[in-house]
């Protein structure tokens, strides 16, 4: 009998509140900080070009093996970069979104982007080219390669605490 009320009072609690409801293609839930969508590309606007050198690493370390990549000698005076990448494509319908090619950028040339509407009537299309990437990637902002030191409780890390 008591479950019987203890479901009865529940569903009345939710049918008195209010509904959170969203149209989505027109607004669009908040998305987490930590939320990886897409792998990018980064372009650097100080030089305009991309960071990728074309140092395949992300593509040996990709364990779904989507990405593929080629590259050149680089021959622009603007930095110190020995190559440069040519092409570069990734297939986001094999993606797992894991973020390993994020990772293992020693250059930290790609990242992981807001972008995950993929909705799409043919298998092909989910195939981006550098073009698409750098696209997505545009407002990314690069990180710094080290993650600050935070500790969960203050004084933890104080030597002073234990004497």
Request: proline share 7%; aromatic share 10%.
């Amino acid at each position: 009998m008591r479950g019987i009320f203890g479901g009865f009072a529940q569903t009345i609690k939710g049918f008195l509140r209010k509904p959170i409801t969203r149209l989505y293609p027109y607004e669009k839930a908040p998305l987490e900080a930590r939320f990886m969508g897409a792998p990018s590309l980064l372009w650097d606007d100080k030089v305009d070009e991309i960071v990728c050198v074309a140092c395949n690493i992300c593509a040996r370390s990709c364990p779904d093996d989507c990405i593929t990549l080629t590259g050149d000698k680089y021959t622009d005076g603007k930095t110190n970069k020995k190559n440069i990448v040519r092409d570069y494509w990734i297939d986001l319908g094999r993606c797992s979104y894991c973020g390993i090619c994020v990772e293992v950028c020693p250059f930290d040339a790609n990242e992981m982007s807001p972008h995950f509407e993929l909705t799409t009537y043919e298998r092909s299309t989910l195939v981006y080219d550098k073009d698409q990437l750098v696209n997505i990637g545009r407002g990314v902002t690069r990180r710094t390669g080290k993650p600050e030191p935070t500790s969960p409780l203050p004084g933890i890390l104080d030597p002073s605490t234990y004497r």
